[in-house]
T-cell receptor, first 116, second 114 residues
Framework: AQTVTQSQPEMSVQEAETVTLSCTYD???????LFWYKQPPSRQMILVIR????KQQNATENRFSVNFQKAAKSFSLKISDSQLGDAAMYFC?????????????WGAGTKLIIKP | EPEVTQTPSHQVTQMGQEVILRCVPI?????FYWYRQILGQKVEFLVS????????KSEIFDDQFSVERPDGSNFTLKIRSTKLEDSAMYFC????????????FGDGTRLSIL
């Protein structure tokens, strides 16, 4: 079974600086998708970024980028120029592309604190 | 931008009572999901739904749970006889497709069982 691990329960960063959130996963599959979701205090789960495992190029979405290391099964999220609105729980999630397995498998989350 | 909407935002129910959580997925989406998040724990998958039937369900989704799409817009989760351990945040999500299409989430319903 696949698992997702986020080893940092909490991270803090000074506003305007860069922070990296870690995520590792375990799978025997070769094809899958990885996601980062953000959950602000308003609690809505918001998609931040998506990576397809068969693509070597790291996904980027404005200030958010990932470092996808398939061999190491690592999928970290880098937030550049941190803003107060980035404060939230960040969840890493895995989804199989091999079979009819539609569910997202989630990490435990990292609470990101932005210091003004 | 279209959103998934969930009602109510907070539901308080006596143990043993039935509860129905409602969701309106994004209109052109075809796949629907329920997840739950017990306070302080990971988000857990409950069920996925496509073409008017369950396509996948987890071990959590036992006989006490059911899902329904009663009309063209709503997607409901029913818990038949609630237990204390059903207290959690319940999230509905929808997606256009299954493979890698991002799931879009609602704000969640906080279910409190007394």
């Amino acid at each position: 079974a696949q698992t997702v691990t986020q080893s940092q329960p909490e991270m803090s960063v000074q506003e305007a600086e860069t922070v990296t959130l870690s995520c590792t996963y375990d799978t025997s599959e070769s094809d899958y998708y990885l996601f980062w979701y953000k959950q602000p205090p308003s609690r809505q789960m918001i998609l931040v970024i998506r990576q397809e495992a068969y693509k070597q190029q790291n996904a980027t979405e404005n200030r958010f980028s990932v470092n996808f290391q398939k061999a190491a099964k690592s999928f970290s999220l880098k937030i550049s120029d941190s803003q107060l609105g980035d404060a939230a729980m960040y969840f890493c999630a895995y989804r199989s592309a091999v079979n009819s397995n539609y569910q997202l498998i989630w990490g435990a989350g990292t609470k990101l604190i932005i210091k003004p | 931008e279209p959103e998934v909407t969930q009602t109510p935002s907070h539901q308080v129910t006596q143990m043993g009572q039935e509860v129905i959580l409602r969701c309106v997925p994004i209109s052109n989406h075809l796949y629907f999901y329920w997840y739950r998040q017990i306070l302080g724990q990971k988000v857990e998958f409950l069920v996925s739904f496509y073409n008017n039937e369950i396509s996948e369900k987890s071990e959590i989704f036992d006989d006490q749970f059911s899902v329904e799409r009663p009309d063209g817009s709503n997607f409901t989760l029913k818990i038949r006889s609630t237990k204390l351990e059903d207290s959690a945040m319940y999230f509905c999500a929808s997606s256009t497709g299954a493979w890698g299409q991002p799931q879009h989430f609602g704000d969640g319903t906080r279910l409190s069982i007394l």
